[in-house]
């Protein structure tokens, strides 16, 4: 089985910045697709940003392109999400994902939830204004 940990949210002022992590164990793929979903209250889960195994393809939602940066760290089974530039309407529950593997190389990135199959339990993001 897949396991997927988040951790690093919390309360900020708007205009500052957090680092989510996301700790991931059981996966034997080498080739796969990870992502940071957001769901605020009352509203759809959303793409916020993903990343492909080899590093080769990184895609942003355009309500964070130029603020939220993604990365991993293959030797730790890490992703990461940067928050910079906070802003309140970026407060949300914050959730990594999986999908379940690629047979070749991965040709692209996707936001699409139903791409993803396996799911942290979430960090909530709380930003003031």
């Known amino acids: 089985a897949v396991y997927l940990e988040e951790s690093g949210g919390g309360p900020v002022q708007a205009g500052e910045s957090l680092r989510l992590s996301c700790t991931i164990s059981?996966?034997?793929?080498?080739?796969?697709?990870l992502g940071w979903f957001r769901q605020a209250p009352e509203k759809e889960r959303e793409g916020v940003a993903a990343?492909?195994?080899?590093?080769?393809?990184?895609s942003y939602a355009e309500s964070v392109k130029g603020r939220f940066t993604i990365s991993k760290d293959g030797a730790k089974n890490t992703l990461s999400l940067q928050l910079d530039s906070l802003k309140p309407e970026d407060t949300a529950m914050y959730y990594c994902?999986?999908?379940?593997?690629?047979?070749?190389?991965?040709?692209?990135?996707?936001?699409?939830?139903?791409?993803?199959?396996?799911w942290g339990q979430g960090t909530q993001v709380t930003v003031a204004s």
């Open positions: 994902a999986s999908d379940s593997g690629h047979v070749g190389p991965v040709s692209h990135t996707t936001h699409g939830v139903d791409a993803y199959a396996y």
């Open positions: 059981g996966f034997y793929n080498n080739n796969y697709c």
């Open positions: 990343i492909s195994s080899d590093d080769g393809f990184i």
